[in-house]
């Protein structure tokens, strides 16, 4: 039995160093998270403890006969080996309070006073205990009451928060409730024999009882890494979600004109707003406002830029949703118009430009009326669209070569006044 409990200690605390190594190659991945800093140093500080006990039962074998006390090197083994459990057991509260609400101190008092209790515990319970089962005893009053907290803590997190490393967490938490409280039914046979309480449960504090705690032990240090992970998975999540909105929204802003809000020539190039007309037919509606450059010279770019915006705004009070307006340029636009002909839609843009209110200049009080030449063109699917558009656009030279002559800046002027 002696041999069994030797090989289970040292197979523990292995398995322990281990994770106190894979904690600290995590830590550089835990940013901004105090409560894994919390939980790694609470795995250092029961591996010390480990070690502690290792090498008073395999280092210090002629000091058997005397089991406990605070004399000599035995004693200070006991001493190491109680303040690391009691210290694993702060450090896990505080890593549990730092993940609920960031708070590193608990309702009955700051931190630090509860390292002052385990200070006067770790004292107090090896100078006054007879053997290494009392140690344990009270070892395991300070467990039954920080574990419940942990696992009532970890269970109950709000439902948006829960996840399956909390719940493997407070799991395997009350998994290791629930086998401290067999430990303490066994323990209270060795601490007070002579309560006769008659489990008969003392070889399982004899060596099986490592094996038990190194399964837990590594099911919990599995449940503090799935809480990192997943965490760590979210922050990642909402950068990638941000950067997707940033890249949208540039996207975005880089088919749209700035000026107008309507769709820029690479929009129409890519494609963007072309969704509708592909798979039918339509008509392409280029126009070419024929008195921009004239109201940039008499009123200025001020006006100039009112009436480009004045001019798309009255073209989309005239489309349908399926219609989509592009500024190729300049002063020429174009609309796409899904499941429209061009002898139709012609003439519908046309009246619209020619019953649109005047821009009224406000230095002067002048108006200044849309005027702009018009051409179309069907197509009858995407694939000959730019087809369409070198007809369309042939149209509208054609229809503002026809009315050069009634396009001067006098005639402008007297139509502004009126």
């Known amino acids: 039995m002696q041999m069994l409990m030797s090989f289970g200690l040292i197979s523990q605390m292995a ?6 190594l894979l904690f600290m190659l995590l830590r550089r991945h835990a940013g901004r998270r105090p409560y894994f800093f919390a939980w790694s140093n609470a795995w250092l500080a029961f591996a010390v403890a480990l070690i502690a006990l290792a090498v008073r039962y395999n ?32 450090l896990l509260l505080r890593g549990t309070l730092l993940y609920l609400k960031g708070v590193a101190h608990p309702v009955f008092g700051l931190m630090r006073w509860l390292w002052a209790v385990v200070g006067a515990i770790t004292l107090i319970s090896v100078a006054f205990s ?13 467990n039954v009451v920080v574990y419940s907290f942990c696992t009532v803590a970890m269970l109950t997190l709000p439902m948006p928060r829960r996840s399956l490393g909390t719940r493997t967490t407070g ?9 401290w409280l067999i430990y303490m039914a066994a323990l209270l046979d060795a ?60 996207l975005r802003e880089s ?48 006006y100039g830029d009112a009436l480009l915006r004045h001019f798309a705004s009255v073209l989309r009070s005239g489309l349908r949703p399926s219609d989509k307006l592009y500024r190729l340029g300049g002063d020429e636009f174009l609309v796409v118009m899904p499941r429209a002909l061009a002898n139709i839609a012609g003439p519908r843009i046309q009246e619209l430009i020619a019953s649109a209110p005047s821009l009224k200049v ?20 995407v694939e000959n669209i730019d087809i369409a558009l070198h007809e369309a656009d042939r149209s509208m030279y054609a229809h503002k070569r026809a009315s050069r002559n009634e396009r001067t800046i006098p005639g402008m002027r007297a139509e502004s006044g009126g």
């Open 130 to 142: 007879p053997t290494l089962h009392a140690i344990m005893f009270w070892q395991g009053l300070c």
């Open 255 to 302: 088919l749209l004109d700035s000026m107008t809000g309507a769709y820029n020539r690479r929009a129409f190039n890519e494609g963007a707003g072309l969704e509708d007309a592909k798979g039918t037919f339509g008509t392409l509606v280029v126009l070419d406002m024929d008195n921009l450059k004239d109201v940039n010279d008499v009123y200025g770019h001020k």
């Open 15 to 20: 398995a322990v160093v281990l994770l106190v």
């Open 362 to 381: 406000t230095d002067t009080g002048a108006l200044i009326k849309l005027r702009a030449s018009v051409g179309t063109a069907n197509f009858s699917s």
């Open 191 to 250: 601490v007070i024999p002579e309560a006769h309480i008659g489990l008969n449960l003392q070889s399982l504090l004899e060596g099986p009882n490592y094996y038990l705690d190194l399964t837990l032990c590594m099911l919990l240090a599995f449940g503090m890494v799935l809480v990192l992970f997943e965490d760590s998975k979210r922050e990642i999540d909402t950068a990638h979600h941000e950067l997707r909105i940033a890249h949208e929204q540039l």
């Open 171 to 179: 799991i395997v938490l009350a998994a290791t409730l629930g086998l």
């Open 59 to 90: 280092l210090l074998p002629s000091a058997a006969a005397r089991d406990t006390g605070l004399g000599g090197w035995p004693g200070i083994c006991y001493l190491i080996y109680q303040f690391g459990k009691l210290a694993f057991l702060v």
